[in-house]
């Protein structure tokens, strides 16, 4: 009987010997855990932040400055600037200095608050030689014009004050001068509106979907100069998503 209770508590001792060590285990793994992940949480990726626009404004001493558009599939990341007309930024940096290369803008006749705007146009410059092109961020649109990068490219965001506003890329197409349908800005969604959309989508080179538009969306119209012909531009065509 003796031997029983004797066998019974070295069982008992065992079993929380067993169970203290495989608590001290836990509790060092977990401290461990808790240790790596504050010393390296910084590195953990997160979601693009808001870049602020007042802030560019004032480092740039520029109010013309509206908003930034990022095309990650293509890296094109730009500082898009407004004014009073269509040509300054032709030939004007964000500093207003002189220059050829110019900087990304929107169209005078766009409302500044840009979210409710039907369709948006910004334009810029492209450049014949390659070795320059990383200081024209509107060339970066010419790799869409390959059906692969088309077709894996997706979202444009524009960042503006107080908001970001989504596109997906929806075509893009290949005009000559005399084709201005795209600078036709119309206030209302009626059938001229319907008619506008789908005038900008005949012709294109490639489009996604269905390849309608429908008189509901609203598009963002992105300009650049192709030098593959003759007083010829490249336009991607977006939907509001």
């Not at 400055?65 to 269509?86: E, F, G, H, Q």
């Not at 810029?124 to 970066?140: A, E, G, I, L």
């Not at 800005?185 to 900008?200: A, F, G």
Request: glycine fraction near 2%; include cysteine; charged fraction near 30%.
């Amino acid at each position: 009987m003796v031997n029983k209770k004797k066998k019974k508590r070295y069982r008992l001792k065992k079993w929380v010997k067993v169970t203290l060590w495989i608590s001290f285990i836990i509790s060092v793994l977990t401290i461990t855990s808790l240790l790596l992940f504050d010393k390296y949480k910084d590195n953990i990726p997160k979601e693009k932040e808001i870049p602020d626009i007042s802030t560019l404004r004032l480092n740039y001493q520029n109010t013309d400055i509206m908003a930034r558009i990022v095309i990650d599939s293509i890296k094109l990341d730009a500082i898009v600037t407004k004014t009073s007309d269509n040509e300054y930024y032709l030939e004007h940096d964000l500093n207003k200095k002189k220059s050829i290369i110019g900087n990304p803008y929107i169209d005078y006749r766009n409302n500044n608050d840009l979210a409710h705007e039907k369709q948006i146009n910004i334009y810029s410059h492209n450049v014949r030689d390659k070795q320059y092109r990383d200081y024209y961020p509107f060339s970066k649109l010419e790799q869409l014009l390959d059906m692969g990068t088309f077709n894996k490219s997706s979202d444009i965001i524009i960042y503006t004050d107080n908001r970001i506003l989504k596109y997906q890329i929806y075509a893009i197409k290949i005009i000559t001068k005399e084709e201005n349908e795209h600078m036709r800005l119309i206030t209302n969604k009626n059938t001229e509106w319907q008619n506008h959309l789908d005038i900008l989508l005949n012709g294109n080179k490639y489009c996604k979907g269905n390849c309608k538009l429908d008189i509901d969306d609203d598009i963002l119209v992105l300009q650049t100069c192709y030098y593959q012909m003759d007083d010829a531009y490249i336009l991607v065509i977006a939907r509001k998503i």
